[in-house]
């Protein structure tokens, strides 16, 4: 491997080389020269470790004045670039022994988080140990003094602007208030917190574009608990609807000419859509947002979730509310929008997400048990019997049939929405599907950005969430279900 690392004592900068990854952080092969521009399309890794002691101070270092970027500030503990062969870790520990003269077995450890940024990918590592400071050997081309900080004294370093400005600075102290970490980061003895993954969690807490379509089984829940529509309403979509002075197109053109609710559903026809969600009425409506829960945050355990962007409600009028019926004008995070309807369907029962499970001794033993909070009822079991009702009748005969699986029942929607700018003609398809329906115990939210050739979610992601079902299903030892398996001999 030809790569050296960083400047040396006589002020000469030797060539440093990082490995090119591909947006879904698959190893190129490529290697791109520290300091040369990063080409389009080209990511690196950054790794960050910040480590606390066992009173939840962190350990801070104060940047050399002679660095280019934020020269003087204060910075979490460690952090650098990966060099050309670097796995996660290994850069990790690469650099909190550069920095800091600090020997730490990261081998077996994730990253709690990774932020993605322009050019890459920053894994975050978070370690508890009780350093000696008095032993530490700090990099001179790097690194001034070091020094231990509560999470108040923190904050006011940030305010005060010497520390340099991470949003999450303050969360970082939340998470180690609240989790355990072992003393050398090492995941082999460290109390185990189930996580899932962390390298994607965070695309899923922001405002992707993916859900500015949102769900349109949210306005169909208003208008079911409202009581201002039954599923066996009559309909007639001729292709648009006009509300104030603006047509509205539906998806299918040429129109769905007389359908009932059920089948406007399953149609995904966005007149019956609007039809019922002015039924509501703005107000209404708004209100309905709130107590589904879509205003607040979901308060799932991990930093870095984003609040849910909306209208104000004074400036909803019938224009608004029916772009929103069927999803548009608004932006919810994947995570909301997951959490949103598997409360709407699990018989109205708000709940919020987590990954936390419990934490556990090595042998198994737990040590403790998470809980997260009362249950509330947001919407009346009959109506969260309905709408996934609605939602079976969607996947067994409408446009979520190629998530159908043997054997089961599943729920589900299909959504395909354009992002802005329009004239990019870019999309994004997704399908969110659950399952069994009578009693819903997995659910599957399949997001497909830019898919090149067909769109339709339909087409492309509910066989995305099929694949998972059948394998997940089983996998759990959810018994078949004796209905669904007749109906799908019948079928054939
Ligand atoms: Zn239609």
């Known amino acids: ?57 962190l350990l801070i270092q104060q940047r050399q004045p002679f660095k280019k970027g934020w020269p003087n500030m204060w910075d979490l503990s460690v952090g650098g670039s990966a060099v050309a062969g670097d796995s996660s870790s290994r850069a990790a520990e690469r650099e909190v022994m550069e920095e800091l003269g600090l020997e730490l077995d990261l081998s077996h450890c994730l990253p709690v988080f990774t932020m993605n940024f322009s050019d890459g990918f920053d894994d975050y590592y978070i370690v508890k140990k009780d350093v000696d400071l008095s032993v530490l050997r ?17 904050m006011e370093m940030q305010r005060s602007g010497i520390f340099i400005p991470y949003w999450f600075l303050g969360k970082l102290f939340e998470i180690t208030d609240t989790q355990s970490f072992d003393a050398h980061g090492d995941r082999r003895r460290m109390l185990r917190v189930d996580f899932a993954s962390a390298e994607n969690l965070h695309s899923w807490m922001s405002l992707a574009e993916i859900v500015r379509d949102g769900f349109p089984g949210l306005e169909t829940t208003a208008a079911l608990e409202e009581k201002v529509v039954s599923l066996s309403d009559q309909f007639f979509c001729p292709g648009y609807i006009t509300v104030e002075d603006r047509r509205i197109h539906c998806h299918k053109r040429t129109g769905h000419g007389a359908e009932d609710f059920t089948h406007g559903i399953m149609n995904s026809c966005n007149p019956v859509f609007i039809d019922v969600g002015l039924r509501v009425g703005p107000e209404r409506f708004y209100d309905y947002f709130g107590s589904l829960g879509l205003l607040k945050k979901t308060g799932i355990d991990l930093p870095g979730e984003a609040a849910t962007i909306m209208h104000a409600k004074e400036n909803i009028g019938l224009v608004e509310l029916a772009t929103m019926s069927f999803g548009q004008s608004f932006q919810i995070t994947p995570v909301q929008l997951l959490t949103t309807v598997s409360s709407i369907i699990n018989g109205g029962n708000r709940i919020i997400p987590h990954f936390g499970v419990s934490v556990q001794k090595d042998d198994g033993t737990v040590v403790k048990r998470f809980s997260y909070g009362g249950k509330n009822q947001i919407v009346s079991k009959e109506t969260s019997d309905t709408v996934r009702y609605l939602l079976e009748q969607v996947v067994a005969e409408g446009g979520g049939k190629n998530a159908k699986i043997a054997g089961y029942s599943i729920g589900g929607k299909t959504a395909t929405s354009q992002t802005l700018p329009r004239s990019a003609n870019k999309y994004i398809s997704s399908f969110l599907g659950f399952a069994p329906v009578e009693n819903p115990q997995v659910i599957v939210l399949v997001i497909i950005n830019n898919p090149q050739g067909i769109y339709y979610g339909g087409t492309i992601a509910a066989p995305v969430a099929r694949e998972i079902f059948e394998n997940i299903l089983p996998y759990l030892g959810i018994p078949v279900d004796e209905k669904a398996a007749a109906e799908s001999e019948l079928a054939e």
């Not at 060539?15 to 947006?23: G, I, M, R």
């Not at 190893?27 to 080209?42: I, S, W």
């Open 138 to 154: 700090l990099q001179e081309e790097e690194v001034q003094r070091v020094r231990w900080v509560g999470k108040e004294e923190a």
């Open 1 to 57: 491997m030809y790569y050296m690392r960083g400047g040396d004592m006589t002020g000469q900068k030797k060539e440093e080389y990082w490995d090119v990854y591909t947006e879904d952080r698959i190893r190129t092969g490529r290697l791109h020269r520290r300091g040369d521009r990063m080409k389009e399309g080209d990511y690196h890794l950054v790794v960050h470790v910040c480590i606390f002691n066992s009173k939840n101070q």
